[in-house]
């Protein structure tokens, strides 16, 4: 399918707090079961950074989003690969007819409001030479796509959605407000989630090499 190429990157432009834009979408999406398609159309006319935003709030906090983690990180990561290249995103019909649960924004907003409302009062356009070019820009949803696809692991351990969960929110809303402090914290902490899997990775090895020689005695 043909995509269009995305607007080039550009100034920051003054827009409603993060908290008053959720809310706006959480109005949107109040009524029954959803499916993605539907957020789309809720957030039309609206950044793609905040799609993201909202796909990874559930992960950074304690809402329970058993099986979500795959799909939504998948989601984020194909949004962000084709940012990157310049397209505008297209989707797989089957993703974007996936059923979401009953209520699921409102759960989600709801817990994650204080979040919100703390990010917003340190968000502001700043580091202006970290957004300037679509070079740079493609590198911070480089990042992203790490993050998503670390996040998409179907991982039943703690820790293993929310750090690159974090990792997204800060990424995408650095993009956002052109934020080059939140770019550089988003950063930080996919390198955090990268090394957080590392050492979970090594862990489960050791473990396994560990009962293989056990049952082998």
Known sequence: MATSAAPDPGPAVAARPLSHELAAVEAALS???LSLRAVLAALQGRAYELLMVLLVLPFAVPVSVPGMSTPLGLVVAGIA??????????????????????????????????VVRFLEKFLRARLPALTETR??????????????LLLALPLLIPFTNMIPGWAILLLALGLMERDGLFLLAGHLVVWV????????????????????????Q
């Open 193 to 216: 989630s990268i090394g957080y899997f590392l050492l979970l990775g090594g862990a489960i090895h050791r473990s396994l090499d560990w009962l293989l020689h056990w049952f082998a």
């Open 31 to 33: 009524a029954g079961p």
């Open 135 to 148: 070079r740079l820009v493609g590198f911070h949803l480089f990042g992203i796509v790490v993050a998503a």
């Open 81 to 114: 690969v084709q940012l990157a290249f310049g397209r505008l995103p297209w989707l797989p019909r089957r993703l974007l007819d996936a059923r979401l649960p009953d209520g699921f924004f409102g759960k989600v907003l709801a817990a994650a409001r204080g």
